[in-house]
């Protein structure tokens, strides 16, 4: 597939033990190999519900009576179910990276392969873009922005840099942001720094985190008990979400015990930590930081 080539197609699709009339929802329909699949496996009285943001993703959509595709984003899951009537659901995919369709259309301004405006939306109606964090946002913010999400420890250098050089001249497209930030990309890892520049400003213009989180708080509330969850992360900061969130339902802290030890969690995990085949990565170079987790509702 052009758009997407999809990431641990069979092992996700598995994780769900899919019901032949079971419902179940892919929240990031994308090119819709994920949901391909699921709809292979349903019978005639299944029901899936896709859920993609972005406009290009509305072109993949499914003519299947038994497909609903919802142009929302995933951090409102329990809203748009419940207005197309569903209460709970026997299983929730999701798979979090950005697509390659995403990566590959130049004017997106994903990809540091390409010079482009600074954009980086997923939602192509949102008022923020990377053009905003660069020139917008203050010193502190951006150091936050390039700490938190990028996890560069040059983040103070970098931030007040940037600060600097935008006060010269606005920094437009990716090429004005290298230039700006050239002194720290050194020859043999520039590539993985930008990478690390690039990850930590698009986290923050789709506010992913927060997206991330408001969407897992949901998934104990619509899946209906035995439900399964299969989720593919691809960053550290999404895979550590996930997992803390199966292990104990809390993204800080830890929860509450009785006076035996024991706490009580939504749900529990299934299996171990599922990574893509050496053949998969040879196949799809972009696979190769995919962890798949998948958990059932108790």
Same mark, same amino acid.
């Given at each position: 597939?052009?758009?997407?080539?999809?990431?641990?197609?069979?092992?996700?699709?598995?994780?769900?033990?899919?019901?032949?009339?079971?419902?179940?929802?892919?929240?990031?329909?994308?090119?819709?190999?994920?949901?391909?699949?699921?709809?292979?496996?349903?019978?005639?009285?299944?029901?899936?519900?896709?859920?993609?943001?972005?406009?290009?993703?509305? /072109?993949?959509?499914? =003519?299947?009576?038994?497909?609903?595709?919802?142009?929302?984003?995933?951090?409102?899951?329990?809203?748009?179910?419940?207005?197309?009537?569903?209460?709970?659901? =026997?299983?929730?995919?999701?798979?979090?990276?950005?697509?390659?369709?995403?990566?590959?259309?130049?004017?997106?301004?994903?990809?540091?392969?390409? =010079?482009?405006?600074?954009?980086?939306?997923?939602?192509?109606?949102?008022?923020?873009?990377?053009?905003?964090?660069?020139?917008?946002?203050?010193?502190?913010?951006?150091?936050?922005?390039?700490?938190?999400?990028?996890?560069?420890?040059?983040?103070?250098?970098?931030?007040?840099?940037?600060?600097?050089?935008?006060?010269?001249?606005?920094?437009?497209?990716?090429?004005?942001?290298?230039?700006? @930030? /050239?002194?720290?990309?050194?020859?043999?890892?520039?590539?993985?720094?930008?990478?690390?520049?690039?990850?930590?400003?698009?986290?923050?213009?789709?506010?992913?985190?927060?997206?991330?989180?408001?969407?897992?708080?949901?998934?104990?509330?619509?899946?209906?008990?035995?439900?399964? @969850?299969?989720?593919?992360?691809?960053?550290? @900061?999404?895979?550590?979400?996930?997992?803390?969130?199966?292990?104990?339902?809390?993204?800080?802290?830890?929860?509450?015990?009785?006076?035996?030890?024991?706490?009580?969690?939504?749900?529990?995990?299934?299996?171990?930590?599922?990574?893509?085949?050496?053949?998969?990565?040879?196949?799809?170079?972009?696979?190769?930081?995919?962890?798949?987790?998948?958990?059932?509702?108790?």
């Amino acid at each position: 597939m052009e758009y997407h080539n999809p990431v641990l197609l069979k092992e996700t699709v598995d994780g769900l033990n899919i019901k032949e009339n079971g419902v179940y929802v892919d929240v990031t329909f994308g090119g819709g190999g994920h949901s391909r699949e699921i709809l292979n496996r349903l019978g005639e009285n299944g029901r899936l519900y896709a859920f993609d943001q972005d406009p290009d993703a509305l /072109k993949n959509t499914i =003519d299947d009576p038994r497909f609903q595709l919802i142009h929302e984003n995933f951090r409102y899951l329990k809203r748009f179910l419940r207005f197309h009537g569903v209460k709970e659901v =026997d299983g929730v995919l999701g798979d979090f990276g950005v697509s390659s369709h995403q990566f590959d259309v130049a004017e997106r301004g994903f990809s540091t392969r390409f =010079d482009a405006d600074l954009d980086m939306r997923m939602n192509q109606q949102s008022r923020l873009s990377a053009y905003h964090v660069v020139n917008e946002y203050d010193e502190s913010d951006l150091r936050r922005v390039l700490k938190d999400y990028g996890e560069l420890r040059q983040a103070p250098v970098m931030a007040r840099e940037i600060v600097h050089q935008r006060n010269q001249k606005e920094i437009k497209t990716s090429s004005d942001l290298k230039d700006v @930030l /050239k002194r720290f990309l050194n020859h043999k890892k520039e590539n993985k720094v930008l990478a690390q520049i690039y990850q930590a400003i698009r986290i923050e213009v789709n506010q992913e985190i927060e997206v991330l989180k408001e969407f897992l708080e949901q998934v104990p509330e619509v899946l209906k008990k035995g439900g399964r @969850l299969s989720v593919i992360s691809y960053h550290s @900061l999404e895979d550590r979400l996930v997992k803390r969130f199966i292990r104990n339902g809390m993204f800080e802290g830890e929860p509450e015990r009785d006076m035996f030890g024991n706490f009580e969690v939504p749900m529990k995990k299934i299996g171990g930590l599922v990574v893509p085949s050496r053949e998969e990565i040879e196949m799809n170079s972009r696979a190769r930081s995919a962890k798949l987790r998948i958990a059932e509702k108790i």
